[in-house]
């Protein structure tokens, strides 16, 4: 058995330090080389680092949330160092290390541990009969420093199942549940540990408490320094798309299987990347420490999107040379690449203007708060049918609400409240969207 220790890579170029965001080991485990042993977030990405060795683990620098500087000792090991190993160790080839990792890299700080296929599940954990006779009791259970390990798509069946992941058996390594453990648990009939009777005089007593670092802390801080440096004025108006809406069935009705549904907000990226050149300070950067506004005649919509790690805002450039089908794809792809945790460093970066929207879930006004240096945000709300008064007659019309924020040190109200009107008259009348 040979010492190792494992130090924490250069993960990006300018990155000096990164945080601690998961432990996917913990001391006493027996890895294999290449298994993922600690995910650390950079202002630009967050790496799984996969184990250099196969041995056990003896010790681990550092807690979850803690800043862990390049160059320092994250992990010691007893194993068996390759030859591959030695030279990463010894910086002899930079290149295999940066290509190495740069596969690893996610979006997110629990996306690190693949989905695997069912089949797979099946033939790789057996059930013993004795197993299947015998319920997992908590007793039985030795949690390594009091935490489960277990994938994000294990603890959301759990979750979505009622089960406590500390009353299930890992067979995983260090204890980790898997799909195939939950499997287990729910054909014996477990139950939830320690769980009260349902009851509406019941008392919930329980505090989680849930340790904000990562991508969460990242979004806490964006948010924390946009709603204390920018003076935000926010602006609110309905705009009737039923005409909008008869087009986008037409659209979708005719289209052929290489396009894809079109939803409302193509539409409206069209119309905002149309009416820009009008509206100059509603689409720009204002550095504020410089003292400089940079407006940009390129539009590149930031589009916010949910997702399972956080919010992300990618982004889809160049809006003013598309059409509505290319923008519509680009769309899904940011989107999707987002939700996914695949998405590059270019498709997170270099908004001008940002679009956020809840779907179904849109309720009727929000106060967006800008993306820093941004300027402005459109926050757009649910479509729903309502009865409006037109020439003296009550007729139902299909309405959405559109809520804006601009930034009043360098968008006057009357300027905002323009940019929104021209949407509105382009939402109401889509085929001005499509004239040159």
């Known amino acids: 058995m040979v010492k190792h220790d494992f130090k924490l890579p250069d993960i990006g170029e300018g990155v000096v330090e990164g945080e601690i965001v998961d432990w996917h080991v913990s001391v006493g485990d027996s890895v294999s080389e290449d298994d993922p042993i600690v995910d650390v977030m950079t202002d630009k990405a967050t790496v799984t680092i996969p184990s250099p060795v196969s041995g056990v683990v003896t010790s681990l620098s550092g807690d979850i949330g803690d800043m862990v500087a390049v160059g320092s000792v994250l992990v010691q090991f007893d194993g068996e160092v390759s030859e591959v190993i030695n030279e990463i160790s010894d910086g002899i080839d930079e290149q295999v290390l940066e290509e190495s990792i740069e596969e690893k890299i996610t979006e997110a ?31 039985d259970l030795k949690p390594l420093n009091g935490r489960i390990l277990a994938s994000p798509a294990v603890r959301r069946r759990a979750r979505e199942a009622g089960i406590q992941l500390d009353s299930v058996r890992g067979s995983g390594p260090a204890g980790r549940v898997r799909h195939a453990d939950l499997d287990t648990y729910i054909a014996v009939g477990g139950t939830i540990a320690g769980a009260v009777p349902t009851s509406y005089s019941a008392k919930r007593t329980d505090v989680t408490e849930v340790k904000v670092v990562g991508l969460r802390r990242k979004i806490a801080e964006q948010m924390v320094k946009s ?13 009737d798309v039923t005409q909008l809406e008869k087009l986008r069935q037409l659209l979708n009705s005719t289209k052929d299987e290489s396009q894809v549904k079109l939803t409302y907000l193509p539409f409206i990226m069209l119309a905002l990347s149309k009416i ?27 589009i916010a999107t949910q997702t399972e790690r956080g919010l992300y805002v990618p982004v889809v450039k160049h809006v003013e040379t598309m059409d ?3 923008a519509a794809s680009e769309l899904l792809r940011v989107a999707n690449s987002a939700r996914e945790g695949s998405a590059s460093l270019d498709d997170l970066t270099g908004s001008t203007f940002t679009i956020t929207s809840l779907g179904r879930e849109g309720g009727l006004g929000a106060t967006p708060i800008i993306n820093y240096p941004e300027v402005a945000i459109l926050g757009v709300h649910k479509a729903r049918e309502m009865p409006v008064v037109e020439s003296g007659n009550i007729v139902v019309r299909r309405i959405m609400n559109l809520s804006s924020s601009f930034d009043h040190r360098v968008v006057d109200g009357a300027d905002g409240a323009r940019l929104i009107q021209h949407l509105k008259m382009m939402l109401e009348n889509p085929a001005l969207i499509f004239i040159r």
Not at 110 to 138: A, F, G, L, M, R
């Open 109 to 139: 700080t629990e996306s690190v541990i693949p989905v695997i296929e069912e089949s797979k599940i099946s033939q790789s954990v057996e059930v013993s009969k004795e197993s299947i006779s015998k319920k997992p009791e908590v007793n």
């Open 227 to 239: 709603s204390n440096t920018i003076p935000h004025f926010s602006y609110f108006e309905e705009v």
């Open 276 to 302: 820009m050149p009008d509206h100059p300070e509603c689409n720009a950067l204002f550095y504020d420490d410089e003292g400089v506004v940079n407006r940009h005649s390129a539009v590149h919509l930031g």
């Open 324 to 326: 509505i089908w290319n």
